[in-house]
């Protein structure tokens, strides 16, 4: 079974550009998390979405958007990058919330790297 | 709020010890834990669940204890093999059908000496 994949596996901007990050749950999985994870700091949730709809989103402003796909693949949209954007960005997916309890189950991450 | 915590650190032991990394939580009313090692370079790995119902759980080399009285959560690896160095994070669910809120610790180091 393939696992969670996203790309690109690095990504350099500059300051005020934006930046579009992608992820491929796997297969039978329709909900897809975001998180920043930076230098130092542990995961921090970033966006949730099950079925197409965004149910969730962390303490992050709206800059961060995102959107999930009919084939439950998911991007990410960072607008307006500031330095502080520099981190690695992770996609999990999961079985639906009503599956009981699942795991989150993460892809490699995209390096975004704001010069 | 809801903290999830690591009383160690780092970690670093013998090639073939066993290792026991910590991690308190906070709320009580957390439902669903998680353990992932996160090597460098990639996303965190699924190890193992537990169910708060669940005070021991058993999986390949690893099992993980659940003390509820003082919300207590440990991870012990058999016969630890350099392999196995990583981040270890502990994630907990506040409450049930909020899959999207896990909440995780900044993490422990293991580091295995050959």
């Known amino acids: 079974e393939a696992g969670v994949t996203q790309s690109p596996t690095h990504l350099i901007k500059t300051r005020g550009q934006q930046a579009t990050l992608r992820c491929s749950p796997i297969?039978?999985?329709?909900?897809v998390y975001w998180y920043q994870q930076a230098l130092g700091l542990g995961l921090q949730f970033l966006l949730w979405?099950?079925?197409?709809?965004?149910?969730n989103r962390g303490n992050f402003p709206p800059r961060f958007s995102g959107r999930q796909f009919p084939n439950y693949s998911s991007e990410l949209n960072v607008n307006a990058l500031e330095l502080e954007d520099s981190a690695l960005y992770l996609c999990?997916?999961?079985?639906?919330?009503?599956?009981?309890?699942?795991?989150?189950?993460f892809g490699d991450g995209t390096r975004l790297s704001i010069l | 709020g809801e903290s999830v915590g690591l009383h160690l650190p780092t970690l670093s032991v013998q090639e073939g010890d066993n290792s026991i990394i910590n991690c308190a939580y906070s709320?009580?009313?957390?439902?669903?834990f998680i353990w992932y090692k996160q090597e460098s370079g990639k996303g965190p790995q699924f190890i193992i669940d537990?169910?708060?119902?669940?005070d021991k759980r058993q999986g390949q080399r690893v099992t993980v204890l659940l003390n509820k009285t003082v919300k207590h959560l440990s991870l012990q690896i058999a016969a630890t093999q350099p392999g196995d160095s990583a981040v270890y994070f502990c994630?907990?669910?506040?409450?049930?059908?909020?899959?999207?809120?896990?909440?995780f610790g900044k993490g422990t180091l293991l580091t295995v000496n050959p």
């Open positions: 999990a997916s999961s079985r639906g919330t009503g599956s009981g309890n699942q795991p989150q189950h």
């Open positions: 297969s039978g999985h329709t909900s």
């Open positions: 979405y099950d079925e197409g709809e965004e149910r």
């Open positions: 709320n009580s009313a957390s439902d669903y």
């Open positions: 537990i169910r708060s119902n669940m």
């Open positions: 994630a907990e669910r506040p409450h049930r059908g909020s899959n999207y809120k896990l909440t």
